[in-house]
């Protein structure tokens, strides 16, 4: 690793391909983004495409405001049965009290007006 042998190292590729980041504010906080009949749901028109890879999606709910991140698996990964690749899906397969209680944020602004910090 770089703090025992100070020598940098280039990162692997992106695992996921990013699709669209997407931000909007409602009166009624959508849970299940993917299902949902919102015009603009990046989803519906990935499969109305023929677009048929596994997405992962990450909606964060900060009243009124969300954001939605979706990636897309690429067909046939050379990591799917790798290392991470068997995390990646043993965390997909998990409920959703078991992945919110995996994945976490925890947000630090170092450098912000007052009314942001």
């Known amino acids: 690793t770089y703090l025992e042998d100070r020598c940098k190292v280039l990162s692997q590729p992106a695992q996921l391909e990013l699709i669209t980041c997407h931000h909007f504010t409602t009166d009624r906080a959508m849970v299940h983004y993917a299902t949902s009949g919102r015009a603009v749901n990046y989803v519906r028109q990935m499969r109305e495409r023929g677009d048929d890879r596994f997405v992962f999606i990450t909606n964060w709910l900060i009243d009124p405001h969300q954001l939605v ?16 690749g068997l995390i990646f899906q043993r965390f997909c397969d998990m409920s959703e009290d078991e992945r919110n209680s995996r994945m976490k944020l925890i947000p630090r602004i170092i450098e912000a007006p007052s009314l942001v910090r």
């Not at 991140?69 to 991470?84: G, T």
């Open 69 to 84: 991140v979706i990636w897309a698996v690429p067909k046939d990964p050379n990591w799917w049965s790798s290392r991470d």
